[in-house]
């Protein structure tokens, strides 16, 4: 287990719930997912393709336990049917959600938005990046108690560049910007229900993800710099607040998007040393 979890606890004790989006050891969904185990929860992981499974696998086996994955294609309705046909076969229902998947054409995420960004890479952004979890929600929701045994709860991942203008996040900033209004939307369907939906924004942490995107290494120095806390976004903080939000501790908290970014997105201009 990583240091970077929080003393084991019962937080999230007879909990289930799937994981979406897991790649590598330095996954925010992986910090997330090690949080959540080590408060007790059950979980099952998605994954596309031989290639991840077998990045994934150990990662997933190193909880101990029974693991349980699933292959997923969020692109397309069939693969997405069996995923959770299989989640339902297995648990009977689900509890929680975690959904960190998106993608970006990488010639997209470099200069100029308005140039560079095709019709086909644009759709591609939207379709897995906002729709798949407009998509999961419908089929997680589905599998979640009723409000009065306690309802469920789901986050996705976002980031910065949904409000504001980040230089080479270009679609991404677009489709996390959709992102953020769906999970708005989904939170005031799914609320009567007892499903609390929220995203979390994390600054720039050391991904795969980031490292797709042209001058990633320079966002996360200027993160770190003109950040209130002058320090880069943790593992730990995200994974915690994942925790917090998809526990009984954010019982109240639905439809909104959570920074966790060291302050970084609270600054409106640097200090003039920084500068």
Not at 211 to 220: C, D, F, V
Request: proline share 3%.
């Amino acid at each position: 287990m990583s240091d970077t979890v929080f003393p084991a606890g019962t937080l999230m004790k007879g909990k289930r719930g799937l994981v979406m989006g897991v790649a590598n050891k330095n996954s925010i969904a992986w910090g997330i997912a090690q949080q959540l185990s080590a408060q007790g929860a059950e979980l099952a992981f998605s994954y596309q393709g031989g290639e991840l499974e077998k990045r994934v696998r150990p990662l997933v086996e190193s909880l101990g336990g029974d693991p349980f994955m699933v292959t997923a294609d969020v692109t397309d309705d069939a693969s997405m049917d069996a995923c959770f046909e299989a989640i339902k076969d297995k648990w009977g229902g689900l509890d929680f959600l975690v959904h960190a998947i998106a993608f970006a054409g990488k010639d997209e995420l470099k200069g100029s938005f308005t140039h560079n960004t095709t019709r086909e890479g644009f759709k591609r952004a939207m379709d897995i990046s906002a729709f798949s979890f407009v998509d999961a929600a419908k089929r997680a929701s589905a599998l979640m108690p009723s409000k009065e045994d306690g309802g469920g709860a789901m986050v996705s991942m976002t980031y910065l560049g949904a409000e504001r203008v980040v230089p080479n996040y270009n679609v991404m900033g677009v489709a996390k910007a959709a992102l953020e209004a769906s999970t708005r939307y989904i939170a005031r369907d799914l609320g009567p229900a007892g499903i609390r939906v929220n995203a979390i924004s994390a600054g720039p942490m050391r991904t795969l993800a980031m490292a797709g995107i042209a001058g990633g290494k320079t966002l996360m120095k200027t993160g770190k710099d003109w950040s209130m806390l002058k320090e880069d976004t943790t593992m730990e903080g995200v994974a915690g607040a994942a925790l917090y939000l998809l526990s009984d501790l954010g019982k109240s908290c639905t439809g909104e998007v959570l920074h966790v970014d060291a302050g970084f997105h609270a600054v409106g201009v640097p200090d003039i040393d920084e500068l």
